[in-house]
């Protein structure tokens, strides 16, 4: 049966990869993000009914805004995916930046969580629904430089497993996804626009890519009603671990 799913963050990444396999899948999709101009030619782009909302998750007032004003037909959302987020510096914990910091936090947490708010109720009334929540193998152990990128990818494993109690009650399911290497705007982003030193990011080993993570994605969506796909870890093979990547000299 055809899904509503809504995705943040749809714009680039492993936002528009599950916004592309879920279409490939014949569910109707609502993409967030803040760029509105990426948002309609994507939805120009997609063999699926699109709907876009253009806000940014740390504004709790437009999210709840636009969620309220979503038309009777795309009101019953069957999947949320909780995608947008981001990493900003490298830096040690001691020197890292305070606007980097409540830009993560606001995001990767408090966007996180105000999307879950905003409707993970009609969720609960409606018995149906699914949170995807992409996390990272960031949120399993903390990598030089990580600190507060880290410990926001570790808070969305937490607020998974909360949730997933919250709800184990009801029809409800919970998924964290967790990549590891996945080659996309991501370095690009941390490094605010050093393209050389986010290459470096990639070197000598095969990253995952955007697609491979929106695979798993859909497969969990689609699981029967009785399995929940409660947690995945998805690495490139040279990798074991945040912090252990093997490249080829
Ligand atoms: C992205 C994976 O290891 O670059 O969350 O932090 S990592």
Redesign the pocket.
């Known amino acids: 049966m055809n899904k509503i799913v809504l995705i943040t963050g749809a714009t680039s990444g492993i936002g528009l990869a599950c916004a592309r396999k879920f279409a490939a899948n014949g569910d109707k999709l609502i993409l967030t993000g803040r760029n509105e101009h990426r948002l309609q030619e994507i939805k120009q782009e997609l063999d699926a009914e699109v709907l876009t909302l253009v806000f940014d998750v740390r504004d709790r007032e437009k999210a709840a805004e636009c969620i309220s004003a979503l038309p009777d037909e795309w009101q019953k959302i069957d999947v949320l995916v909780n995608n947008a987020g981001l990493?900003l510096g490298l830096e040690p914990e001691y020197e890292g930046n305070y606007e980097d910091w409540e830009t993560m936090i606001d995001t990767n947490i408090k966007g996180l969580l105000t999307m879950t708010r905003l409707i993970v109720p009609g969720m609960v009334q409606r018995g149906c629904g699914h949170v995807i929540n992409v996390g990272?193998?960031?949120g399993d152990a903390a990598?030089a430089g990580?600190n507060v990128?880290c410990a926001t990818?570790a808070a969305v494993k937490v607020l998974s497993d909360g949730l997933r109690i919250d709800v184990a009650g009801t029809p409800i399911r919970v998924t964290n996804l967790k990549?590891?290497?996945?080659e996309t705007n991501?370095s690009n982003t941390r490094f605010h626009g050093d393209t050389d030193r986010a290459a470096t990011?990639y070197q000598g080993i095969q990253p995952l890519t955007g697609d491979d993570i929106a695979d798993v994605a859909v497969f969990a969506a689609n699981a029967p009603a009785h399995v929940q796909i409660a947690e995945v870890l998805i690495l490139a093979t040279h990798q074991a671990s945040?912090s252990v990547i093997v490249r080829k000299k």
């Open positions: 990493a990272s193998v960031a990598y990580g990128y990818k990549p590891g290497l996945v991501f990011v945040g």
